[in-house]
């Protein structure tokens, strides 16, 4: 029998994730289909009752549900627990709803196609949002030592605080220090000014060139926050590598097994805009 699944969000008009995943049952040759529902926030509720209703095996959940989802949830898995948020809900067999998040794993696994993660590297996020927090959580068992820098400090360490609480090592700086760039191995941007398109509040003239620098949009493909990081010799790595391994650690939630990663790939690359 068919199996459906979906993205839930508002705008979701451009999720890639409907071809990224049927590029994936393509491989496979699943039978399943892989819809987009853009709803309103009052009717979330009512939307998630209707998803498993009409039978839907799970559903992938973007902005601005992922935290407000969780009420209308049954268990939620560590990692979400950890995250506050779930981009991941699966049905399961007794009709329990589970939410999981894979946000934090997926941007791991992407970083692993392209270096290694070593004990001690020294990591700097900047932001202190939903985005960053399920990165240093996922960052945490790898033993790296985390610098936040965020406009609103108390926003940045209320992330060290709960970094720390959960093992790792983390301290805030102020955004404007400088000093980080000189021993930063590791540069994670999760703040929305990529996607602004805004001009960032510090240069990075003075970093290392060994840097790996990681912006976690890829719309625009090459932020400007990127291109100067490009220009100055650093190593790259946009946002599109975490869209993938997300939605590859979401299917093996859904299914078991090992995602089809390639069909997935070519899924998502085919609808690039
Ligand atoms: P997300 O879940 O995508 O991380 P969020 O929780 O709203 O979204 O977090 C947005 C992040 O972008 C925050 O770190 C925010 O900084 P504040 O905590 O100071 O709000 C950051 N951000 C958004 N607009 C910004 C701007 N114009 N300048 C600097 N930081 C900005």
């Keep these: 029998m068919e199996k459906h699944f979906a993205v839930i969000g508002n705008p979701v008009a451009h999720s890639l994730s409907p071809a990224m995943h049927r590029g994936g049952y393509r491989e496979l040759g699943v039978e399943a289909d892989y819809l987009r529902f853009q709803i309103e926030s009052g009717d979330l509720s009512q939307a998630v009752q209707g998803l498993k209703a009409l039978g839907f095996s799970g559903w992938n959940v973007t902005v601005p549900f992922k935290e407000q989802i969780i009420p209308f949830l049954d268990e939620l898995t560590p ?24 946000d934090g794993n997926g941007f791991v696994r992407s970083l692993q196609d392209e ?7 020294e990591v700097v996020i900047l932001g202190a949002g939903g985005a960053a927090k399920g990165i240093a959580m996922a960052l945490i068992p790898y033993d790296v030592k985390i610098t936040v820098l965020n406009r609103t400090p108390e926003r940045a360490q209320q992330l060290v605080d709960l970094i720390k609480s959960q093992g790792g090592d983390a301290v805030v700086k102020p955004w404007e220090a400088g000093d980080w760039l000189n021993s930063a191995q590791l540069l994670v941007q999760t703040t929305s000014l990529g996607l602004k398109q805004e001009q960032y509040p510090f240069s990075l003239r003075g970093i290392f060139p060994e840097t790996w620098v ?28 975490m869209l993938l391994y997300q939605g590859a650690l979401a299917w093996e939630f859904w299914f078991g097994g090992q995602a089809p990663v390639a069909g997935m790939k070519k899924g998502l690359f085919e609808a690039l805009p």
């Design 79 to 102: 990692e979400a627990l950890q995250a506050g948020a779930v981009n991941t809900v699966k049905v399961a067999e007794d009709g329990r709803l589970l939410g999981h998040n894979t």
């Design 115 to 121: 270096m290694k993660i070593e004990k001690g590297m």
């Design 214 to 241: 990681v912006d976690i949009i890829f719309n625009p493909w090459e932020t400007p926050f990127l291109r100067e990081a490009r220009e100055l010799g650093c190593r790259t790595l946009n946002g599109v590598g």
